[in-house]
């Protein structure tokens, strides 16, 4: 959907809405100066498209992509948020809702970072599906998605929740503001050599993340995440994205939020019953 959604707001991305002018609430470009401001002093920010509808949300996101693409480098994926149902009944949503991954927000596995990183930074167990190719498109199962999948990745995604104290925290304006985009630790890829082994481990893993003491802060099967994390894909493919070759994929988390004052130093995150049961680090500098 992110081609359709820029082409439509005059932008070089994409996303199949309507023209923006029909949609009141998409954010104008001083409402988008003022956010790309806070955004950049990590300082906390006004909400985009309070009140509007989902379409409005997703003008405004993509309106907000282009204008932070000097500041994160470009799109070079999505992410899935909100794919438990305890999130979507935190914020009334009936449904995930989709962001977009910029090339500046990846580091690597064991990155030491100065907290805070962001307005109101948050840290979550996630994990990446790669992009084969675009015969994934066609895929209605995790088992034909992943034929089309490359790697799985390992992935602590480091959101920033950014918004003002008082102002409306909904699936419209998390939408708007891109999901909470803002850094994340990619682990070594895992290959996808058997889609029909690797849909089975995926929903059977046990994923683990550990404060820097070895305290379990989330602990959560695969298929916390939709049954499957691979539906996020197909989720965001049922939206209209349209996936391309070397696309990334966060298919959101598998468990709660937590500020990273909880990780005492760090946190790491364990795939247990991936091969290799892979683990991704991060250390927290304060």
Not at 168 to 177: K, N, S, V
Not at 234 to 263: C, N, T
């Amino acid at each position: 959907m992110l081609k359709p959604l820029l082409a439509a707001c005059t932008i070089t991305l994409s996303v199949s809405l309507a023209a923006p002018a029909a949609w009141p609430a998409c954010a104008t470009d001083g409402e988008i100066t003022v956010f790309v401001e806070s955004f950049t002093a990590k300082t906390p920010a006004q909400a985009l498209s309070p009140g509007g509808s989902m379409q409005d949300a997703l003008c405004s996101q993509a309106k907000l992509a282009a204008a932070l693409e000097p500041h994160m480098g470009p799109v070079i994926g999505y992410k899935a948020g909100l794919t438990s149902k305890p999130a979507q009944d935190r914020f009334g949503a009936t449904e995930p809702v989709q962001g977009l991954l910029f090339r500046n927000m990846m580091l690597e596995d064991g990155a030491a970072l100065d907290a805070p990183w962001g307005a109101i930074p948050m840290v979550e167990a996630d994990l990446v599906l790669v992009v084969a190719d675009e015969a994934i498109n066609t895929a209605t199962t995790p088992e034909e998605a992943l034929a089309h999948i490359s790697a799985v990745r390992p992935f602590i995604e480091l959101p920033d929740l950014t918004l003002a104290k008082g102002q409306p925290f909904t699936a419209e304006t998390i939408t708007a503001m891109g999901v909470g985009t803002r850094l994340g630790i990619l682990g070594a890829p895992v290959a996808v050599e058997d889609p029909a082994a690797m849909a089975r481990m995926l929903e059977e893993m046990s994923v683990t993340m550990r404060d820097a003491a070895g305290g379990v802060l989330v602990q959560a099967p695969g298929r916390a995440v939709l049954g499957n994390p691979v539906n996020a894909a197909l989720w965001l493919r049922s939206k209209g994205v349209e996936f391309k070759a070397g696309d990334l994929i966060s298919v959101g988390s598998f468990g709660p939020l937590f500020p990273p004052r909880a990780g005492k130093g760090g946190v790491s995150v364990t795939y247990d019953g991936l091969p290799g049961n892979p683990v991704v680090r991060v250390q927290f500098k304060e």
